[in-house]
Structures are given as C-alpha cells and as structure tokens.
C-alpha cells in the first residue's frame, strides 16, 4: 500500500464543487432502466448509453470521477476510442464498481448480503493495471420491523472492510458504500437510528481490519423519510439530521463523504446537499458531495431512447443536473 497515492487519489476525487458519477449500473439494472424507458436491451445499446454519457461536453467540469460497470471498461466509442481513455482526456478518474450485488442473506429473512470477495485481489490487480483509479462496493440494510439486525450489519461491514484492504493493498482508493434503503414507511427518526448504528459499525470493522481512512472515501445515504410514510420531512430536517449523524459517526480523518441518491426525487436529492452545505458552510472536517446514478442520468436516458438524434439534447439534459448538483455542493441550490 502506498498511503500517499491513495490520500492523492482521495483529495483528487474530492476537489473543488465536484461530485463523482456513477455509471456503474449493473447489466441486469441497466436493462431495467432501458425497459423502463422503451429503450432495447443490449450491449450495443449500452454501449451507446454510456458513450452518450461519457463524450457529454464539459464533464470534467462537472465530476472528478466516474464508477463504471465491468462491462464499460471494456467497450470503446464508435471511432474507438476506450471508454476509459475518453474520460482521462476528459479530466475524470476512472473508477470500478467491484461487487457482484447484493444476495439473500442465509438464515436472515428478508436482508441482504454484498457478494464478490472471491477472486478480488486479481481482478483488482487487472484493473489497477487498466488504470482504474478506484473502486466501490454496495452493502444494503433494509429498515422493517425486525430488521436491519447486527448479524447482517456485521456480515455487511466485514465485507466491505475486506474489500477495501484490498483495493488499498493494490493502491486503488475504495469507496465504501452502506446503503441504509429508503424503502418502507419508516419516521426519519428511526432512518437516523439505523444509519448511526450500520455506520457506527463500519467504522468499527473498518479501523479493525487496518483501513487507512485517510485513503477512502464513504458513500451513505441521506438521512431521509421511508419512501411510503405518510409524513415526509423537510429539506431542513433531512440536511441537519444527515449531517448530525455523520458527525457522531464519520472520523475527522476520512476525505470525503458522497452521497448516493437512492431513488429520491433528482431535486430534492440536489436541495438536500445544497442546505447542509448551506447550514454547515466551514464547520464540516470532511468534503460533502454527490456520487448519483439515477438523480442525474434519468433524464437524459427517457429523452434518449435510444435514438442518435437525440443524444445532443439529452447531453443537455444530463449537464443540467451535474451543474445543479455543482451549484448544491456551493449551497446554491434551492426547490
Ligand atoms: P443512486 O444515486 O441511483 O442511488 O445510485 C448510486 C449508487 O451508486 C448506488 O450504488
């Protein structure tokens, strides 16, 4: 492990009113996506949905980085040009999305379990060598009534500890990913309560297993209100209850902390960010930003459908919400 290269790689990814892109959308989730918007699922689609995303005019002004799918490292544009190659001369990091998704978890009913340790440390090496920069890997907790339980935290938290010793071990700066599920009818108080203590653990396990936290980077969720409860809160609330839970949870020594949307609204998810930089200006030890899938490429892509002679306006569209996100980072965003 070399500590200097991963705390550059870090602050790089990090820098400025930046946010990170990702464009990691599993084939299986990607074809949802498309189906979703009548568009055909193949590999020639989406090859053609991340060229579209990649060559978007400006990108780098918007993002430092980009997590792709295994199968985007691998495909070039349509004058062949490496996808990863394109986004360098953009100004953007690549990075890679390592887990093999979340399982069924044996023996606990209705949680999940992140697979793909096995095999890491080579695919790892492969990468590095392709000049991935960095990774990430997606545990997720589910809130009911008799979940989120510590044996599927801990379970979790190991996992994503071991990864990211060994994406530090190959100099590649992991981000870890606890996903705390809106899903369900849940108070934001209990959301609070559930993301304290998954986040309280993985920090636990993490300094346990030797992680350099100076050369990571965590990626949670909102502090938000379950997507089906009857009282939503406040854009106030959400920014200062997310803020005071990772400031009881997130060590000074960590970089950064970027969000993933997690199927909220793509505006509220940017007046979000915007109003904690907006109640926390100077008073926060770690950058705060963006690391969105669907709250900045869903436009683009139902405008897209799959047809050349849109992919102009939908590059717009896509700009849009990165420079929004851009604007939130500086606290400069409202509904
Ligand atoms: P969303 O922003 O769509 O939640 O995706 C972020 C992500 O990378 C989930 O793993």
Redesign the pocket.
Known sequence: MNKQILKDTAQQLMAGHKGLL?M?ESIATCNKRFAEAGIPQTEEYRRKYRELIVTTPKLGECISGA?LFDETTKQAAADGTPFIELLVKAGVIPGI?LDEGAKDMPAFPGEKITEGLDGLRERLKNYAAAGLKFA?W?AVIVISDGTPTDGSIYANAHALARYAALCQEANVVPIV?P?VLMDGSHTIERCFEVTQRVLHIVFEVLIQQRIYLEGMIL?PNMVVSGISASVQASVDQVAHLTVECLLRCVPAAVPGVA?????QPATD?SAHLSAMHVKYKGKLPWALTF??????QQPAMEYWQGKDENVTVAQQLFYKRLSINNAARRGEYTL
């Open positions: 990702a990691d997590i999305k990430k997606r990913e996903e990626k969000f993933l949307s997690g199927g998810a690391s969105f899938a669907r709250a900045v």
